[in-house]
């Protein structure tokens, strides 16, 4: 059964959320699993990297409690400024439970709002199932793979997907 109600909401992230986002996402970084960051990185770089001037961050929260965050930008500058890209975390208690599928449904909208017209995730980690599953599920095409360029700590080199689906 689906954690997602509708006694949660999804705002535009807030200075003041920083502590919450880095209880969220400090967690994912150091266990290296899924996003191709320093897993050593401190506190203050995660939340600049998070909610940093050419994305916006936004928060999940139900009854007051942040259980998950996400970003949203530009893929690339100039020629395609057209597609959108973001990162999801979502704390360890409510994995399982739709909150990353209710972000994401929410950045899909924000990114048409925003003009986008395509959403592409560059690097997926392949051994990441719950996330391959969720962005098949909800329409991504799996249009390249990066040969082992992925350390993962306990699988080792794994590949990368690049990931797209229209808006």
């Not at 109600?5 to 150091?30: E, G, K, N, Y």
């Amino acid at each position: 059964m689906a954690f997602y109600t509708p006694a949660m909401s999804i705002r535009p992230a807030r200075p003041q959320d920083a502590a919450a986002i880095a209880a969220i996402i400090l967690p994912v970084i150091r266990a290296g699993e899924t996003y191709a960051l320093d897993r050593d990185m401190g506190e203050a770089a995660a939340i600049a990297y998070w909610m940093g001037s050419d994305r916006a961050s936004f928060v999940l929260e139900r009854e007051g409690a942040i259980l998950g965050t996400y970003y949203l930008r530009a893929n690339q500058a100039g020629g395609g400024s057209h597609v959108a890209n973001a990162g999801y975390a979502t704390a360890a208690a409510a994995r399982g439970k739709g909150v990353a599928r209710a972000m994401a449904l929410h950045s899909f909208d924000e990114a048409r709002a925003r003009g986008f017209t395509a959403m592409q995730f560059n690097f997926v980690v392949s051994s990441n199932a719950a996330a391959v599953h969720l962005w098949t599920a909800l329409g991504f095409a799996t249009v390249g793979r990066v040969p082992e360029a992925f350390r993962h700590p306990a699988h080792g080199a794994v590949d990368a997907l690049v990931m797209h689906r229209p808006l």
